[in-house]
Structure formats: structure tokens, C-alpha cells
């Protein structure tokens, strides 16, 4: 699971305001071979229109650095934001991955947005499937990949060299751990996947995939394990599982339905791209009634 190596990558990142994202620049200093890790849609629910400016940043730094894209990974099918891998990819090129658990979620969000045989559950939207241990490579950094289920089944993380990205996992110490209550989701299996963060080196470096910046403070993306072994709010060292899941699952039930989260899904699970136009050549979304918010 150690996949430290000497070269370490330099890493970007891009701060979208309005969902709290952290989208990443990962790259080779010697190859210029890259990776963008979360790319983010702009979207404006009360109009309905997509965007590209914080895509665009991402392209345009891109471009300025002389990367090569070989890579646009997700760390999951994300609840508050639309992907804008496909965009992307349309302008640097790179495979789009996710991992493999996607197919599950898929299967769930079919039967919620009642799409028919036109979407298939196969993860066949994206380029590559990835299992724990798999190997990302970048120039001379061999990235990892590390299943994190928790938040969602189908979680991964991302190891570059001493770069660990660990989507919605740990967020920053002072504002503790993702949610565990959407469907898929387990406390007790994310407690699991931060104690496989925990045996990573402790200077580690950490970046989140949100900060929402409490207390007013300035949004963060970067930490380090150590940081988060003596001081993260839900789970540091001598939490038990017993005491995260309690407190996860007391948290969960507090918390509202992300803003976005119907707009989000339909779209990031079909690896970021709208629905197929209807005849009028315009692309609809579907909002179920009633749906979200019991058993699924
Ligand atoms: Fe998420």
C-alpha cells in the first residue's frame, strides 16, 4: 500500500466557492505528466445552466505548466457538484476513472431517477474502473489507488508519491469526517479506511476534497496525517470505532440533503455528462418526488 517513492509530485489546487471543492492538479515535475483529480461543473440551480469557468482555471494552468493530462480521476459519484471530467477531457485529453464501485451506485440511482435501458449499470461511461492496488502511473510516480469506503461504496483515494488525496473522507482536522447516511455509506467501514490512511507515514501530505471554512476561517485544502492523527475532530487517534459510528450516525441524522444532490448524481453517473438531448435538442434533468430521503 506504500507506494512512497523519492520524486514527489507537485500539486495544485482550485478552490470552488459555492460547493466547497477542492479540485487537484496533481503532477510529474520531471514528465509533466498530470492528473486532475474532482473537476467541478458550474451549475446554477435556479436557472438550470451549466458552466465552465472553474474548469477553465483548471485547463488554463494546465496549458501555462506545459502538462500532459494522462488522467481525470474521481473520487466518487459526488452529491454537490456536476463533474466536468468530459469537458476536460475534450480540451487536455487523459482517461476519465472512478472506481469500480460505481456500478453500484449506478444500479441504486437508476431505480431512483427511474432511467431506462438507455443507461446501463456497467460503469461503461468512464474509461477505467480501479480497484484497491491498482496503479495510477504519471511520468515517474506511480500512483495508487486506496478502495475508501465510508461515505460512499464506491470511494477511492489517491496516493502520489507523498500525496494522498482522500476525497470525501477526512475532511480538515477541525471540521472532522465525511457523512455516512447516503446510500452505500457505512460509519463503521469509513473508521476502517482512515485507520488504513493512519498507517501511512505521518508526513504524509493530506488534501481534502471540501473545506467549508468554519468559524469563518480561510478555506484550506492541505494537511498531513500526523495533523490528523492528534487533532481531528471525530476521528484521531484512540477514537474507537465503537465512539466514531455512534457519533457519525448521531451527526447523520442532523444533517439536511445537499443542495445539489439530484442535479449531481444523475449527471456524475454518467461519468459527468448531461442527459441525452430530448428531440427539442435540449438536455432535462429529472427531480423524483418524494424519493430521496426514505430507504432506498
Ligand atoms: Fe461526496
Redo the contacts with the bound molecule.
Sequence with gaps: MNSQSSVQPSVAPFHHPTSGTWTYVVADPGTRAAAVIDPVLDYDWRSGRTGTRAADAVIGHCRDAGLEVRWILET?A???HLSSAPYLQSQLGGVIAIGQGIRKVQATFKRVFGLGDEFTADGSQFGRLLADGDAVPLGDITGRVIASPG??SDSVAYLFGDALFV??TLFMPDSGS?RCDFPGGDAAELYRTVQRFFALPGATRVFV?HDYAPGGREPRCETTLAEQRAANIHVRDGVTEQDYVEMRNRRDATLDVPNLILPSIQVNIRGGRLPPPEPDGVSYLRIPLDVVGRPL
Excluded: L
Aim: glycine residues 10%; charged residues 20%.
Design positions: 466518487h459526488h452529491a454537490d461515505h460512499t476525497g470525501d465525511a476534497c
